[in-house]
C-alpha cells in the first residue's frame, strides 16, 4: 500500500484502514501479533508516533488487544467486528449520499433500483 500524502484523510486514519483491510483479507488472523509502530514507521517511511496512532484506534476500537511486554494482538472477533463498522459507518453514509445525490437529480425510487439492477449486472459481466 502506498499512503496518500494529498488525501484529506489523514495518514494515521489511512494505516487503520490500510491494517483493517489486512485483518479482513487474511493477511493478520485473529490472536497474530499486529506490527509494531515502529514496524509501520519503516514499512511507510513515517514517524512511529503517527503509526502508533492508527495502531490506537484500533485497539480503540477493540479490533487489538495488548499483551503486557509483548504488543498488540488482533482480538478473536476482529475481523467480524471491523465489517459490521463499516457496514454501519460508511455504508450508510455512501448510501445516503447517493440517495441524496439522486433527490438532487430528481430520480424516482423506479429508476434507482434499475440503475443498480444494471451496474450489478455490468460488474457481474466483467468479473
Known sequence: M?????SSKPIYIQIAEWLETEI????????????SQYQLADLFNINPATAAK????????????KKRGLGMFVQEQAKDQILLR?????????????????DYLNIGDQELME?????????WENS
Open 2 to 6: 502506498v499512503l496518500n500524502n494529498d
Open 24 to 35: 479482513i483479507n487474511g493477511n493478520i488472523n485473529a490472536n497474530e501479533k499486529m506490527y
Open 54 to 65: 492508527g495502531i490506537n484506534i484500533l485497539a480503540q476500537h477493540d479490533v487489538l488487544y
Open 86 to 102: 463499516r457496514k454501519n459507518e460508511n455504508l450508510k453514509q455512501m448510501i445516503h449520499d447517493f440517495l441524496q445525490e439522486a
Open 115 to 123: 440503475l443498480i439492477e444494471k451496474v450489478k449486472k455490468e460488474r
